[in-house]
């Protein structure tokens, strides 16, 4: 299962947004079955983003479905402090929203901590990554978009990989989230960069054998982790 990184546990998270949305607690119950270690659910509103998938009454039908999965909520919505109570009650285990939304940061942080909920942050591809500075803290994950976020399918976005790299070496211990065209071609990067959540859609959701696709993307994973160690 999930390999060590930096103190930090390696994890992988298929985004269920290119699923087959008609059977989704199917989908998701075969994502896990395949060997993920937790469901990353895009939440759009159509506002913060030019799409639009399902919110908190969705999650509160798959909860009961998937009693023991950690649900990261990826919140691309415009206004996030104004579904923090009601993605706790559905049963969300991690409440990401973008620090664009927001005009005070901590103060969506402390809401989301007060209903019970593991709080991420996330920046979009524009914004600098020295932002988030101030929060991290406070934070459980940090969230390091690698497409413009609003689609699944997207080509990964390599000149990410600095703020990826900038988190490590200043925060060794804090959990960094990629999230977006990360598959078999890409996730050794975000790893030697020092990613240790991965969030996979197309490239997990779409294959024709998730599970072998899955342990691959853990096995590049570990050997990006002993190269670095061994260069250390
Ligand atoms: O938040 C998003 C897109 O906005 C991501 O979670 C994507 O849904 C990941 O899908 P792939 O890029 O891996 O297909
Ligand atoms: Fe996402």
Redesign the pocket.
Known sequence: MAAPMCGRTCKIGP?I??ADLSMLAAECQRMMDSGSDYL?L?V?DGQF?P?LTFGHPVVKCLRPKLPSVFFDM?M?VAAPEQWVGDMADAGADQYTFHIETTDDPARTIRKIKEAGMKAGIGIKPKTPVHLLVPFIDSVDMVLI??????????K?MADMMPKVQFLREHFPDINIEV?????LATIQECAEAGANMF???????NSDNPRETIQALRNIVAEAIQKSQLER
């Open positions: 985004s947004l290119n990353h895009d759009m983003v799409n990826h691309m978009m690698t497409v413009e976020p609003g689609f699944g399918g997207q990964f999230d977006g065209g990360v598959g969030v996979s859609g197309s490239a997990v959701v």
